[in-house]
């Protein structure tokens, strides 16, 4: 089987199995964020050892990134995202041990580094399939399948927001949420094709092992590529440092309730999924470098407004505007990397990409922590507006290169 072989119904299944995969991870994450001002108290720590908490979480990401090429190319994406999600699903459990059950923050560090790995490689998964669907489908939608990650994090924020105000017991709630991502993943993975991978992959001449190796490492030569890595590590540091460190922010900066920090962090992921919505038809009239250097200039403002803002409302709008910039680097990145016919290279590219962005992922929490610690944390939230402003000038490095192909007929 092939995309050419797929029907226009199979290829929308295969679209919308994608959808669910992206929900999944968003709502996974969402989760634990809505809770990590409750973890802090539970556990007892400062700013500083959160965001050692963090890197381990950040650590296991990385790790799951480089993971995710020889994984896919042993068992296949769709096997593959079945079993990393599953591993996120373990992840968010041992979070709920170590916090309520052993109040232990070594165990919440296990459970993190396992949600972590599972999310880096699905991230790198589900991108690689996504960008596969859009181009056999014949039109943008890497940012509407962000949006449902979003989607998945307003969610995910939601319920977290919920739990936090009935003072559910974090052990209950990620539980509950483990067994809602491994059960949803379990259901849509049926729809996503089983041979299109490996019909791609006959297609593409075989070479030996150390050839594929060597071309593989070759991508990191590109400096387009590279660039379009800085535009994925400011706009990946500027959202992830908001899953990060908004709820806490918006509670220790603006001395705030945890329901609150909570609910701030609602209001940026759900800017964040409007940004991403009317993402693709902006995208299709202006073009990607446009679009990115508008984006970095909201991100700018809203970073601005959330770190200075007067009165806590004002925080709330920067918030707003925070998320609507930082809404589109993360997909147009993705979609410029996989921008090869090649299947082989495209999720070496798409996974080079994705290790630089989340390096903002691995480097940034203890970074900000640390200066958070020193400084107070919204001015170490500085550092995200430099490096957005970094991300803003790389853009025309995602120039589009290649057009997408026509769906099939019905």
Same mark, same amino acid.
């Given at each position: 089987?092939?995309?050419?072989t797929?029907t226009l119904?199979?290829?929308?299944?295969w679209r919308n199995?994608?959808?669910?995969i992206?929900?999944?991870?968003g709502v996974?994450?969402?989760?634990?964020?809505a809770?990590?001002p409750a973890?802090?108290?539970?556990?007892?720590i400062d700013?500083?050892?959160?965001?050692?908490?963090?890197?381990?979480?950040?650590a296991?990401?990385?790790i799951g990134l480089?993971?995710?090429?020889?994984?896919m190319a042993r068992?296949?994406?769709?096997a593959g995202?079945v079993?990393?999600?599953g591993?996120?699903?373990v992840?968010?459990?041992?979070?709920?041990l170590g916090?309520?059950?052993?109040v232990?923050?070594?165990v919440v560090?296990?459970?993190?580094?396992f949600?972590?790995?599972?999310n880096?490689?699905v991230?790198?998964?589900?991108n690689v399939?996504?960008a596969?669907?859009e181009r056999a489908i014949?039109?943008t939608?890497?940012p509407?399948m962000?949006?449902?990650?979003?989607f998945g994090?307003v969610?995910?924020?939601g319920?977290?927001a919920l739990?936090?105000?009935?003072?559910v017991p974090v052990?209950?709630h990620?539980?509950?949420?483990?067994?809602?991502?491994?059960v949803?993943v379990v259901?849509a993975?049926r729809?996503?094709?089983k041979?299109?991978e490996?019909a791609?992959l006959?297609?593409t001449?075989?070479?030996?092992?150390r050839?594929?190796?060597?071309?593989?490492?070759g991508?990191w030569?590109?400096?387009? =590529?590279?660039?379009? @890595? !800085?535009?994925?590590?400011?706009m /990946?540091? #500027?959202?992830?440092? &908001?899953?990060?460190?908004? %709820?806490?922010?918006m509670?220790d900066?603006y001395d705030q309730?945890?329901?609150?920090g909570?609910?701030?962090?609602?209001?940026?992921?759900?800017?964040?999924?409007v940004?991403?919505v009317?993402?693709?038809p902006?995208?299709?009239?202006f073009?990607?470098?446009?679009?990115?250097?508008?984006?970095a200039a =909201?991100?700018?403002? @809203? !970073?601005?407004?959330?770190?200075f /803002?007067p #009165?806590?409302?004002? &925080?709330?709008v920067?918030? %707003?505007?925070?998320?609507?910039g930082s809404s589109?680097?993360?997909p147009?990145g993705?979609?410029?990397a996989?921008?090869?016919?090649?299947p082989?290279r495209s999720a070496?590219r798409?996974s080079?990409?994705a290790?630089?962005g989340?390096?903002a992922?691995?480097?940034?929490?203890p970074?900000i922590?640390?200066l958070?610690?020193?400084?107070?944390?919204l001015?170490g939230?500085?550092?995200?507006?430099v490096l957005v402003v970094?991300?803003?000038?790389?853009?025309p490095?995602?120039?589009?290169?290649a057009?997408l192909?026509?769906a099939?007929s019905?």
């Amino acid at each position: 089987m092939t995309t050419t072989t797929l029907t226009l119904r199979q290829l929308h299944a295969w679209r919308n199995a994608i959808f669910v995969i992206f929900a999944l991870s968003g709502v996974s994450i969402a989760s634990w964020v809505a809770r990590l001002p409750a973890v802090r108290d539970q556990l007892g720590i400062d700013t500083a050892q959160v965001g050692l908490l963090i890197f381990a979480m950040s650590a296991g990401s990385v790790i799951g990134l480089i993971a995710a090429p020889p994984i896919m190319a042993r068992i296949g994406a769709r096997a593959g995202m079945v079993i990393v999600l599953g591993l996120v699903s373990v992840g968010l459990v041992g979070i709920g041990l170590g916090t309520d059950t052993l109040v232990s923050p070594a165990v919440v560090a296990i459970g993190l580094a396992f949600f972590g790995f599972g999310n880096g490689a699905v991230d790198v998964m589900m991108n690689v399939e996504g960008a596969a669907a859009e181009r056999a489908i014949g039109k943008t939608l890497m940012p509407l399948m962000h949006a449902f990650f979003s989607f998945g994090t307003v969610a995910g924020a939601g319920i977290g927001a919920l739990a936090s105000a009935l003072s559910v017991p974090v052990i209950a709630h990620l539980a509950v949420m483990a067994v809602v991502v491994l059960v949803a993943v379990v259901v849509a993975i049926r729809f996503v094709p089983k041979g299109v991978e490996a019909a791609e992959l006959d297609d593409t001449p075989k070479k030996p092992l150390r050839e594929r190796l060597v071309e593989s490492l070759g991508v990191w030569r590109d400096l387009r =590529l590279l660039a379009i @890595g !800085l535009i994925m590590l400011g706009m /990946a540091f #500027a959202e992830g440092s &908001a899953n990060d460190w908004l %709820a806490i922010a918006m509670v220790d900066g603006y001395d705030q309730s945890n329901t609150t920090g909570a609910i701030a962090f609602g209001v940026f992921t759900v800017s964040m999924t409007v940004g991403r919505v009317a993402g693709g038809p902006v995208l299709d009239r202006f073009g990607r470098v446009p679009v990115l250097r508008v984006s970095a200039a =909201l991100a700018v403002l @809203g !970073l601005l407004l959330f770190i200075f /803002a007067p #009165a806590p409302w004002l &925080a709330f709008v920067g918030a %707003a505007f925070w998320a609507l910039g930082s809404s589109l680097g993360f997909p147009v990145g993705m979609s410029a990397a996989a921008d090869t016919p090649d299947p082989q290279r495209s999720a070496a590219r798409v996974s080079a990409v994705a290790i630089i962005g989340y390096t903002a992922f691995l480097v940034g929490p203890p970074v900000i922590g640390l200066l958070g610690h020193e400084f107070g944390i919204l001015n170490g939230l500085l550092l995200v507006l430099v490096l957005v402003v970094l991300a803003g000038l790389a853009s025309p490095a995602a120039r589009e290169r290649a057009p997408l192909e026509a769906a099939p007929s019905p």
